[in-house]
């Protein structure tokens, strides 16, 4: 996964080519400590622990913002309307989310070509899966342009490639253009 600093060099090419190489969508998220990672790693299928805490995501929100050239960035490329991507701890995952508050199935994104985003479902996960800071029931939500996406304590920003892109370009001094 690239992380936004090491994406600075693809500003130049124009938004299009940006897209056809990286796909639709993106997943923003602040690299997990190697602590976290190597205790998802090692929990297997084991039992989720509990500890996501509604409180703490705007402030990881705010956290990530401010260190925004050190996040990493997973570009989701779907191949076809309504494609989904299952999101949990274990590598067989669509997309893997190395935290222990991570279910070993926790959500389901789906694709939707009509609406140019992704629709987000929780799957009885234990520590919830969170849109904006508010926790998804049972039902299937939109996903819009900058929002903040998470599963447990797992926190995303979720934003369209061509946002990304801009923001990019907007960061790349003019002498490099």
């Not at 897209?19 to 969508?25: I, L, M, S, T």
């Not at 703490?56 to 494609?83: I, T």
């Not at 342009?145 to 304590?153: H, K, P, R």
Request: net charge neutral; proline share 4%.
């Amino acid at each position: 996964m690239p992380s936004v600093k090491e994406l600075r060099a693809r500003a130049r090419v124009d938004v299009g080519t940006f897209q056809a190489e990286y796909g639709p969508v993106a997943l923003i998220q602040q690299p997990p400590s190697l602590v976290f990672q190597k205790v998802a790693q090692q929990m297997g299928r084991s039992r989720t622990v509990f500890m996501a805490h509604r409180s703490r995501l705007a402030d990881r929100l705010v956290s990530m913002l401010q260190g925004f050239e050190h996040l990493q960035v997973l570009f989701l490329q779907p191949s076809s309307e309504g494609q989904v991507f299952a999101v949990g701890r274990l590598e067989t995952s669509s997309l893997v989310v190395h935290d222990p508050s991570v279910s070993k199935f926790h959500a389901l994104l789906r694709w939707s070509a009509a609406d140019n985003t992704c629709y987000v479902r929780d799957s009885g996960s234990m520590n919830g899966t969170y849109v904006n800071t508010v926790q998804l029931g049972e039902e299937e939500q939109q996903l819009w342009d900058g929002d903040g996406l998470a599963f447990g304590d797992a926190q995303f920003l979720y934003v369209s490639t061509q946002t990304l892109h801009a923001h990019l370009n907007t960061a790349v001094p003019t002498s490099v253009r």
